[in-house]
């Protein structure tokens, strides 16, 4: 008999993939958002509920069924790098947390699993972290001190693993009661911020995870356009000049801005010491190689139409010989290019990477890919940008599934107390291959 799971904040389904993958099977789902609960349901086969605010008053949180894990990747905006890290004082996304603690007081589930950006557990959030770490110890739960921080590069592809660098923040908390929760705090996360299985993440190569091209039956619209590539194409003669006029020594890892090749840096009392920092390290950088950019401004007199970020270049490429060589990402702070290993993290806002060997963005299912969906999962006929937020709001399934495993298998003997069943569940999963159930 399987273990059971409620899935909150579902998504499309990530912690449903990695749960089911474990053995569990889903009874309930919550979902805000109406074209992610659509896809969710289409591949799950469970339509659901909206949003869970209305389902923790406790007049209708007898509405939830009883579980043994419940499941939830609760908002990460409040507490993003990219927002701006309002933590619980986001009073709309924020304080969704406290309403996971409704459910989990009512029912009384045996395993809390969560997951968020690194950034929570970050120096800007210490109070929110140890809010959370309280709060679940004051309902019962044993949880770390320390975060358990793990992204899907770390892992094999056999468990799971995928080229993406995309390190979450984890919370798996076992029910053992308030006075062993609090007594036993210093325990250490099962799963550390490292490689396993002796996997090598530099064998990662993002190859592995596409599409052949020919199977891609629109690949014409992931091609980038003319403008996309002359933007490129310009940058990679200033790579392949720069790379001759220094001997083959690497570009510098700060961020380049041809707006800012001068003899003297425009500083003022008002510049912030960061960007004077890059600023004199652009001019320094100019000077030394002032003949050789100087003669690639020439050769690329429309460069100065460019948009303002794409005259700048984030070359974090190592001793690549060529942007085309390179994974590319467009971004508000430049074009950012690194090494064809592994990929950046989704994000749900428009940065698909752009693999340069073959001149296109990643499709949906190269994404999916990424966070662990294999090619049976459908986004039927929505546009593409919303698969990319999806998943770029997603859950790196094999990431899930590994801690998850692995946090349970250290606490095996308080699992089987409480429920002998998950106990079991997590046994069996641990001796079997890493597989995705089709509903």
């Known amino acids: 008999m399987p273990f059971t799971f409620i899935d909150l904040f579902a998504g499309i389904g990530g912690f449903h993939a990695a749960l089911s993958a ?3 099977r889903c ?5 805000l958002d109406e074209a992610a609960s659509n896809v969710y349901s289409m591949n799950w086969g469970i339509t659901p509920a909206g949003d869970i605010r209305e389902f923790t008053d406790p007049q209708v949180t007898s509405d939830i069924p009883q579980h043994d894990v419940l499941a939830a990747g609760f908002p990460c905006q409040p507490f ?3 927002g701006r890290q309002l933590g619980f004082r986001d009073t709309t996304r924020g304080t969704l947390f406290f309403n996971i603690c409704q459910i989990l007081e009512a029912r009384k589930p045996a395993v809390v699993f969560l997951e968020n950006v690194r950034n929570l557990a970050g120096p800007r959030q210490r109070e929110t972290w140890m809010t959370i770490v309280r709060e679940l110890r004051n309902l019962g739960y044993r949880v770390p001190d320390k975060p358990t921080i793990f992204s899907p590069h770390l892992l094999p592809p056999e468990f799971g693993g995928t080229p993406q660098v995309r390190e979450r923040v984890f919370i798996v908390g076992i029910h053992v009661g308030v006075e062993r929760a609090w007594a036993e705090a210093e325990i250490e996360p099962a799963v ?3 490689s396993v299985m002796n996997w090598d993440p530099s064998l990662w190569q993002v190859e ?3 599409q052949r091209d020919s199977d891609i039956p629109n690949v014409e619209e992931y091609r980038l356009p003319s403008d996309q590539q002359e933007w490129v194409n310009c940058w990679d003669d200033f790579v392949q000049s720069l790379l001759e006029t220094r001997s083959g020594t690497p570009l510098p890892g700060f961020p380049l801005w041809a707006d800012d090749f001068k003899l003297r840096p425009k500083i003022s009392s008002s510049t912030p010491p ?3 920092d890059f600023l004199r390290k652009n001019s320094a950088f100019y000077i030394e190689h002032r003949r050789a950019i100087d003669a690639w401004k020439d050769r690329w007199p429309n460069f100065k139409n460019f948009p303002a970020s794409r005259r ?10 060529s942007l085309w060589d390179c994974v590319l990402q467009f971004r508000p702070s430049g074009i950012r290019a690194k090494r064809p290993t592994y990929l950046p993290a989704l994000v749900a806002i428009t940065q698909t990477s752009i693999f340069g060997p073959r001149r296109r963005r990643i499709t949906p299912i190269e994404a999916g890919r990424l966070q662990g969906l294999p090619d049976w999962f459908s986004f039927g006929n929505q546009r593409d940008t919303a698969s990319y937020k999806q998943l770029g709001n997603g859950v790196s399934i094999g990431a899930a599934y590994f801690v998850f495993r692995q946090a349970l298998l250290a606490s095996i003997k308080d699992v089987s107390t409480i429920s002998p069943k998950l106990a079991k569940a997590v046994k069996q999963s641990s001796e079997k291959p890493f597989v995705i159930k089709h509903t």
């Open 22 to 24: 474990a053995g569990g």
């Open 27 to 31: 009874v309930w789902a919550s979902e």
């Open 80 to 82: 993003s790098k990219s």
């Open 192 to 194: 550390e911020n490292r």
């Open 208 to 210: 592995t995870i596409l």
């Open 274 to 276: 960061w960007k004077a």
């Open 312 to 321: 700048k270049l984030e070359w974090q490429a190592q001793d690549a010989g």
